[in-house]
């Protein structure tokens, strides 16, 4: 299990690493740069900490949690390739409804209470 945590985190940082460089060709100045990065950076932590919430516990919660973290991500991905690659309205649209969807379920995580977990859980 461990592995395949590392070999999932590893892609995703590799995948959102390409898309950044990918990006500065674009990009006007060296600022604008490190603020996607620095952005990019705090996703991938989100989503590093949702994958890892989703692995310990097995609640509806967790799920609303990763998906949310998922659809914000793919989100910006979208956003930033319509800005940058392709000015197509599609894409804007799908980064936009997966952002709303993102927020869906951010709502459904903050109303969704959290599973009391025993002592043998925790094991």
């Not at 997966?98 to 459904?108: D, S």
């Amino acid at each position: 299990m461990l592995i395949y945590f590392l070999l999932l985190i590893s892609v995703n940082t590799y995948l959102l690493f390409t898309h950044v460089t990918e990006l500065k060709d674009y990009m006007s100045n060296d600022l604008e740069f490190a603020v996607y990065i620095l952005y990019y950076l705090n996703l991938l932590i989100l989503g590093i900490v949702g994958l890892i919430y989703y692995l310990n516990s097995y609640s509806r919660k967790s799920v609303y949690f990763i998906t949310l973290m998922l659809s914000f991500i793919f989100s910006d991905v979208l956003r930033d390739g319509a800005h940058f690659y392709l000015n197509d309205s599609a894409i804007l649209i799908t980064g936009n409804l997966l952002w709303f969807t993102g927020l869906i379920f951010c709502l459904l995580f903050f109303l969704t209470p959290e599973r009391k977990l025993r002592l043998m859980n925790l094991v």
